[in-house]
């Protein structure tokens, strides 16, 4: 979507983001990306803390800060100052949404929180993305993604059984945060056609990650004891996992029965649908690591292309482990739109993940590259309000940050 772009589903909702890192724009970006109008709150002089992590795109633009912040405007303001917080607060009064991840607290002491803008804004939904959540004993701790993988179960289960646990190779925390203060968002619009009210939407790493381990848990809670590391296969279903073929890594994922006999015609070892040892998932699970060593051997002996041809042939769901520049080739992921590029003005061209989620109504045909520190801000002011002389003002007094090619120019 572009700033213009009236055809979005979110078209006609503003947005302030007072957000940095991961979690809390990446929520930015799921709305941005889908027709609203995105003004990202930076610290000026410095921007988001991302804009700082490498790698970079020609030397100009991380590319951690890119994958998150596209199709946004950024307005840099020095929230230290009174001027500054009033900015914020007339931004407040006419948005639909404020999203923020920082610490509990920070924006209530800035006079920023909820409690203070709903009074100018009933109609606010004040989105608080923390680590631990906004209450409970640990509600003040710092805490990010890796920190939350470890505290919440799920670096316990990754990795291999006779391996240290190890980090998921995806910010999972962080975007599954994201993600749930998207869905949360969303309700509380539902909930204001209703009532005409706004709300306090409170999500967290924390919670997010025991919500998508739920059926850890349920397993948990029935068995009484806690699932174990697997390395790349499923908790019960075997097999569901990754093999060494003779030429590279595969991935084998039988959960029903049909599909377990897929894989036993595949391998020449039809017998084994009947094999005491092996005839039901249950007997399956028991037998697990025998099993998987006799069906490691197996597909040692032959090329990954040859178990392709023969388990898509019994219907069995299957796939090469790819690496992620195979998959930036792949033709369904390209067919899909799943790649796009834009153009930045530093930087030049920047190729990054495109948009999930299609609909037959509206349109996603351009996406807006990351913006520049206080690209929009002297826009955004004047859409509040404030005449060029008072915008200069702030910009002198260093209230309010602009590109240094805007600050040459004036």
Not at 327 to 340: G, P, T
């Amino acid at each position: 979507m572009t700033e213009t772009d009236d055809n979005g589903p979110l078209s006609g909702l503003k947005v302030i983001e007072v957000a940095l890192a991961m979690a809390g724009p990446y929520c930015g970006l799921m709305l941005a990306d889908y027709g609203a109008e995105v003004i990202k709150v930076e610290r000026e002089g410095r921007g988001d803390e991302s804009r700082h992590w490498p790698p970079y795109f020609n030397d100009k633009v991380s590319h951690y800060f890119a994958a998150v912040n596209r199709n946004k405007k950024s307005i840099a303001v020095d929230l230290k100052s009174p001027e500054g917080i009033e900015v914020i607060r007339k931004l407040a009064k006419e948005s639909d949404i404020l999203l923020d991840n920082f610490r509990i607290g920070v924006l209530d002491r800035l006079g920023l929180g909820y409690d203070e803008l709903k009074k100018i804004n009933p109609r606010l939904i004040y989105c608080s993305i923390s680590g631990f959540g906004a209450t409970g004993p640990r509600k003040d701790e710092r805490a990010n993604d890796a920190i939350m993988q470890a505290y919440s179960g799920g670096m316990n289960l990754t990795g291999y059984p006779d391996q240290p646990p190890a980090k998921m190779g995806i910010s999972v925390a962080d975007i599954g945060a994201g993600m749930f203060g998207t869905i949360g968002i969303l309700m509380a619009l539902e909930a204001r056609h209703r009532t005409g009210k706004g709300q306090r939407v409170d999500t967290s790493l924390l919670e997010g990650q025991v919500a998508m381990m739920a059926n850890h848990y349920t397993s948990f809670f029935s068995r009484g004891t806690p699932p174990t590391r697997k390395g790349s296969s499923g908790q019960g279903m075997v097999p569901y996992q990754a093999f060494l073929a003779k030429d590279d890594w595969m991935a084998v994922a039988s959960f029903t029965e049909v599909m377990w006999a897929g894989v036993c015609r595949a391998i020449e070892k039809s017998e084994w649908t009947e094999h005491e040892r092996y005839c039901n998932a249950n007997k399956r699970y028991e037998n697990r690591d025998e099993l998987i060593g006799k069906l490691s051997d197996i597909f040692a002996g032959e090329n990954v292309a040859h178990w392709e041809e023969r388990m898509y042939a019994e219907g069995v769901p299957f796939t090469r482990v790819n690496s992620i520049d195979r998959v930036a080739e792949e033709e369904q992921v390209l067919a899909r739109d799943m790649i796009r590029t834009v153009t930045h003005p530093e930087a030049g061209e920047l190729k990054m993940a495109g948009l999930p989620i299609k609909f037959s109504d509206t349109s996603d045909d351009s996406i807006a590259a990351p913006p520049l520190l206080g690209q929009d801000s002297t826009e955004v002011l004047t859409s509040l309000g404030y005449d060029q002389a008072a915008i200069d003002k702030l910009i002198k007094d260093g209230v309010i940050g602009v590109p240094s090619t805007d600050k040459a120019a004036g």
